[in-house]
């Protein structure tokens, strides 16, 4: 008989910390957390997530950046959990190093995914992560991270012809600092 994880952060938790929703949010609960060291998520694998209509339609497979990318948001839950003024704030990726596929992940499969800290600065952040199924590994990665201003949430005014408006472009980020 397994045993019920009651999870430190459900969906909801874990949208007040991320700016991602629906269909990219991509950790489901929080089971575990070490503060600034650890952090242990679940994402429910689903037929009817929207990337299995094209990748692949007879046979769904979690593509795996998505994989890499619940990796690096299950970082930034960690992460952004411990940043004050986390609202004025946005994690962003650098980098990806070491990336390896293991094991395919199909509709079905609950993908655990462990996110320990290797570097911590006060800005960035370098994380080894695996993600698992049934306690096999299905992907691993170092992701580096960077804490950067979020874009203002006050509208910005109209362009003229030929002119340049960095608030609706959108924001300029900074190149990593890890």
Request: hydrophobic share 40%; proline share 10%; aromatic share 4%.
């Amino acid at each position: 008989m397994s045993e019920i994880v009651t999870p430190v952060m459900d969906v909801q938790q874990i949208m007040k910390l991320l700016p991602h929703r629906y269909p990219f949010l991509l950790i489901d609960r929080v089971l575990e957390v070490e503060p600034k060291q650890r952090i242990l998520c679940l994402k429910n694998i689903s037929v009817n997530e929207p990337q299995f209509t094209g990748h692949f339609p007879d046979y769904p497979l979690m593509p795996g950046v998505l994989i890499i990318e619940a990796i690096a948001q299950a970082g930034g839950a960690l992460l952004l959990n411990e940043i004050p003024d986390r609202e004025n704030k946005l994690m962003v990726f650098t980098g990806i190093d070491g990336a390896k596929f293991r094991k395919p992940v199909v509709p079905g499969d609950q993908l655990k995914i462990e996110v320990t800290v290797l570097n911590w600065r006060s800005r960035a952040v370098k994380m080894q992560g695996v993600a698992t199924v049934d306690g096999k590994v299905a992907c691993e990665a170092t992701v580096t991270c960077q804490l950067v201003p979020r874009p203002s949430q006050t509208a910005a005014p109209a362009k003229t012809a030929g002119e340049s408006n960095p608030q609706q472009d959108g924001p300029t980020l900074p190149e990593a600092a890890v």
